[in-house]
């Protein structure tokens, strides 16, 4: 297992590009302008209240600094440029997410919705009845740091076994991560595809807030849920 910095740094271009060519599409999509209105409205008045700008913004501080020591101290190690066929590509980016999902299922479930100090630290983003985008950075920064170090280590301990995983394949894992975790804080209503589908996501988490001791506890697929009882 090599330190290879090179194919860090594709990986960091590819996220970026990925980021601003998907920011330009989606705007372009004239059936979400809607949505983008009712959520930009929502958090334009959320953003107003004393206490959103200082959490988000804490939150967003500590998220940066986590991952910057993710791509320096973990990435270099289970990442190649190495062509692989695109079964095993395809075969890492599955494996990834649900490892990791599994993984934060547990944590949700039993550490943030337990007894005790977590349950308070996740109260503070159940404070958000209807959530919308800015909710998805309306978190303590414990959990965040969390919930990173969850992807970070779950892909990394893949890496051991199946490593180390082409940039595409760790590519579309930390992008699905990164936006199905604000997806699912979108207020989306929509009767057609694609929007039908994140409609269905964002409503199943607009559920599990209503009530901390609802179930829909996975946040890149309900499988786990569906799995051990706890899907509504």
């Not at 989606?26 to 809607?34: E, H, K, S, V, Y």
């Not at 440029?81 to 299922?105: E, R, S, T």
């Not at 997806?183 to 929509?190: F, G, L, T, Y």
Request: proline residues 4%.
């Amino acid at each position: 297992m090599s330190y290879d910095w090179q194919a860090t740094l594709v990986l960091l271009a590819t996220l970026i590009g990925a980021s601003v060519v998907g920011n330009f599409l989606t705007r372009r999509i004239r059936a979400f302008d809607g949505m983008r209105d009712i959520n930009s409205a929502e958090d334009s008045q959320k953003l107003a209240q004393e206490k959103y700008p200082p959490i988000v913004a804490a939150n967003r501080k500590l998220g940066g600094i986590t991952n910057l020591v993710f791509y320096a101290a973990v990435v270099p190690f289970i990442v190649t440029i190495n062509p692989q066929p695109l079964w095993k590509i395809a075969v890492d980016i599955v494996a990834i997410l649900m490892v990791y999902d599994f993984f934060y299922y547990l944590t949700h479930r039993f550490l943030f919705h337990g007894k005790g100090y977590f349950r308070r630290v996740h109260a503070l983003h159940h404070q958000a009845r209807k959530p919308t985008h800015i909710d998805a950075f309306y978190v303590h920064p414990l959990e965040t740091f969390i919930g990173i170090s969850l992807f970070m280590g779950s892909a990394a301990l893949l890496g051991l076994f199946i490593g180390p995983f082409h940039v595409a394949s760790l590519a579309v894992a930390v992008l699905v991560f990164q936006n199905l975790n604000i997806i699912n804080h979108c207020h989306i209503r929509m009767d057609s595809f694609p929007g039908k589908t994140l409609s269905w996501i964002s409503v199943k988490h607009a559920n599990h807030h209503k009530d901390m001791h609802q179930g829909n506890y996975s946040t890149i697929t309900l499988l786990y849920d569906k799995v051990f009882g706890t899907l509504v």
